[in-house]
């Protein structure tokens, strides 16, 4: 395979004013995002909603990524990242706020999404216009370790103040979607990336399609989306895996355990990627998928455990994996969809990849779910098929690298 020009460019620098106003901005609104989901769990069990109607929740955040992402990454591109990032957490706080004020909790946790999916192609796309080369990778380090943080401490957050008051969880998460805000304002106008030419939505699925089409093709940018959509598919099934099974295999049945169970799993992550950041590069990502395998065959051991203490480990395992695994991933997507069609493109067609695995893996959990399925049988089957599926990948990525 042909190198691309810039992948041997000299390094942009790592900090800058710009870089560390990123960061601040995505812990507040990675923070929010957290301990907003737990509020929310905890709002749907107050009002004795069914156990199906969680996996159902997210389905609202996640439709809100794969229905907008034809025009989110332009969106993104055609405008100061920064202040995308702004329209983006304005929108996640009007969610959160919802919440608080009786809104359908459905709408409302939609709304969130439709945030989220309008922030997320800018806050990774400007990593790769304030730095570049190997730093992006040490960047996104960063940037998963802010991230990581904010899901470690947001998880505690909302399981613990929604334990104390839903209402007040609630409305902490939107003061923070107003920390958020603010700290985009301190992010410096870089000049648009791709301006649109047509911003018509018919142009703009057109445009959308040729981009998917230009990532697809090429043997990097296709890897990097399909091992980012299995991680972050099977990722956020846990997460509602990790609500059922605390009960059955632990005996606990407050909002807290489930939380501070994700958050180790947060832990293992800032580990996992500060690893990745020191010791895998660009032209190194194959070193990233024995990870990934492991993350799967750790999650399939949950059927053995029946006590805290080994689960708070095992999480952590989980965790480090997926750090090691998604970092090195994320830099290769953005390096090369910068390159190609924009970054903000590559990430948008990246969310919709991940996003679309979410609302695959998440139905299939919810239809186990409702078929009765012990949850103590999902974990094994749903880990062993994550590392199968890995494999897989692995294998090809092989393959393309040999011919």
């Given at each position: 395979m042909t190198p691309f020009p810039s992948a041997a460019a000299a390094p942009g620098p790592l900090w800058s004013r710009g870089m560390?106003?990123?960061l601040f901005a995505q812990f507040f609104s990675a923070f929010g995002d957290n301990a907003v989901l737990f509020s929310a769990l905890a709002l749907l069990r107050a009002e004795a909603y069914p156990d199906w109607a969680a996996p159902l929740l997210q389905q609202f955040f996640v439709?809100?990524?794969?229905?907008?992402?034809?025009?989110?990454?332009?969106?993104?591109?055609?405008?100061?990242?920064?202040?995308?990032?702004?329209?983006?957490?304005?929108?996640?706080?009007?969610?959160?706020?919802?919440?608080?004020?009786?809104?359908?909790?459905?709408?409302?946790?939609?709304?969130?999404?439709v945030g989220a999916a309008a922030y997320s192609p800018a806050k990774y796309g400007i990593l790769g216009e304030l730095t570049t080369g190997d730093n992006l990778v040490k960047a996104n380090g960063l940037m998963e370790a802010s991230t990581i943080a904010a899901i470690l401490?947001?998880?505690?957050?909302?399981?613990?103040?929604?334990?104390?008051?839903?209402?007040?969880?609630?409305?902490?998460?939107?003061?923070?979607?107003?920390?958020?805000?603010?700290?985009?304002?301190?992010?410096?106008?870089?000049?648009?990336?791709?301006?649109?030419?047509?911003a018509r939505p018919g142009?703009?699925?057109?445009?959308?399609?040729?981009?998917?089409?230009?990532?697809?093709?090429?043997?990097?940018?296709?890897?990097?989306?399909?091992?980012?959509?299995?991680?972050?598919?099977?990722?956020?099934?846990m997460r509602f895996l990790l609500v059922a099974w605390v009960p059955i295999a632990l005996g606990l049945h407050d909002n807290a355990t489930p939380a501070y169970l994700n958050a180790m799993v947060a832990l293992g992550i800032v580990l996992g990627a500060g690893l990745a950041g020191a010791l895998v590069r660009l032209e190194q990502?194959?070193?990233?998928?024995?990870?990934?395998?492991g993350i799967g065959l750790a999650v399939a051991l949950l059927a053995l455990v029946n006590a805290l203490v080994p689960a708070y480990a095992l999480l952590a395992v989980v965790g480090a994996c997926g750090g090691f695994f998604i970092v090195p991933l994320n830099a290769l997507l953005q390096e090369r969809g910068r390159e190609t069609v924009g970054a903000g493109h590559a990430i948008a067609i990246?969310?919709?990849?991940?996003?679309?695995?979410?609302?695959?893996?998440?139905?299939?959990?919810?239809?186990?779910?409702?078929?009765?399925?012990?949850?103590?049988?999902?974990?094994?089957?749903?880990?062993?098929?994550?590392?199968?599926?890995?494999?897989?990948?692995?294998?090809s990525r092989r393959r393309a690298r040999a011919h």
């Open positions: 560390a106003a990123v439709a809100a990524y794969i229905l907008l992402a034809p025009f989110a990454g332009p969106f993104a591109d055609s405008l100061p990242k920064g202040r995308v990032m702004l329209a983006g957490n304005g929108l996640k706080l009007a969610g959160a706020a919802g919440l608080t004020l009786g809104l359908n909790p459905f709408l409302a946790y939609g709304l969130i999404g401490a947001g998880a505690i957050a909302g399981g613990v103040l929604a334990d104390w008051s839903v209402g007040g969880a609630l409305l902490v998460c939107t003061g923070v979607y107003a920390l958020a805000a603010a700290a985009n304002l301190l992010i410096p106008r870089l000049p648009p990336a791709h301006p649109i030419a047509d142009a703009l699925l057109a445009d959308f399609l040729a981009a998917c089409r230009t990532i697809w093709q090429h043997p990097d940018t296709r890897f990097s989306i399909l091992g980012t959509s299995l991680f972050w598919g099977s990722g956020v099934t990502v194959e070193r990233a998928l024995p990870a990934g395998v990246q969310n919709l990849g991940e996003n679309g695995a979410m609302l695959a893996m998440l139905g299939l959990y919810t239809v186990a779910l409702g078929a009765g399925t012990p949850v103590l049988w999902i974990a094994p089957l749903f880990g062993l098929g994550l590392s199968a599926a890995i494999a897989a990948l692995w294998i």
